[in-house]
């Protein structure tokens, strides 16, 4: 038993409908405080073109993770436009929650990854971690939410950090996700997926 991580599967996520009744999300994390959502981490599929649910007060992270791809545009309240094209697996868009988001299928249905926090109060960083890339996870007390998603079977090499503990291999399933909880190191051996940090933004003095 090692104390600076969590396993989640899927069968432990929940499953609940969209906000707008288009689709279904398995909710992977949830955080939250007395004036709502902090974090949110999730995994929907799209099965056909649509307007996304309004977030307005998010910051929305999206990660194609199954699929032959997806367009995505953004109205902004200024009536600004902006585009993303997800074409291959761990392709990322970053945009507002409070966008009207259009959703167009490239090639059929896809699966994707969400990471949603609030905007002005958390800041997200997400990137996808191949076969020989690593990640330092420094776990201070800024953190809100640390973990990587596996969108393949994995072999990770967790190293913890500033200890005198040894290093071991963790074999994580494709759809499950390692919440990180102390200082390590990760090293992908096998696979790929996808890495979370989500911190609390420093306050204005």
């Not at 038993?1 to 398995?26: A, F």
């Not at 909710?27 to 405080?33: K, N, P």
Request: glycine share 6%.
């Amino acid at each position: 038993m090692h104390s600076d991580h969590i396993l989640l599967s899927p069968d432990q996520y929940t499953r609940m409908p969209w906000k707008n009744g288009l689709g279904v999300t398995l909710e992977i994390a949830r955080i939250e405080d007395a004036n709502g959502v902090l974090f949110r981490l999730s995994q929907a599929a799209v099965v056909e073109d649509g307007e996304f649910s309004d977030f307005s007060g998010m910051h929305r992270t999206l990660v194609l993770i199954n699929g032959d791809g997806m367009q995505l545009t953004h109205t902004a309240s200024s009536g600004e436009i902006s585009r993303h094209h997800l074409t291959h697996p761990l392709d990322i868009a970053r945009f507002s929650g409070a966008d009207k988001t259009a959703a167009h299928l490239t090639h059929g249905p896809i699966e994707d990854l969400n990471i949603m926090v609030r905007e002005e109060e958390v800041i997200s960083y997400v990137q996808a971690l191949r076969s020989g890339l690593s990640l330092e996870f420094n776990e201070t007390d800024q953190t809100l939410f640390d973990g990587f998603y596996a969108t393949d079977n994995c072999v990770l090499l967790i190293t913890p950090i500033a200890t005198d503990a040894i290093p071991f291999t963790l074999n994580l399933a494709a759809m499950s996700t390692v919440r990180i909880t102390a200082p390590v190191t990760l090293a992908v051996q096998k696979g790929k997926g996808v890495a979370i940090q989500s911190n609390f933004l420093p306050h204005n003095a």
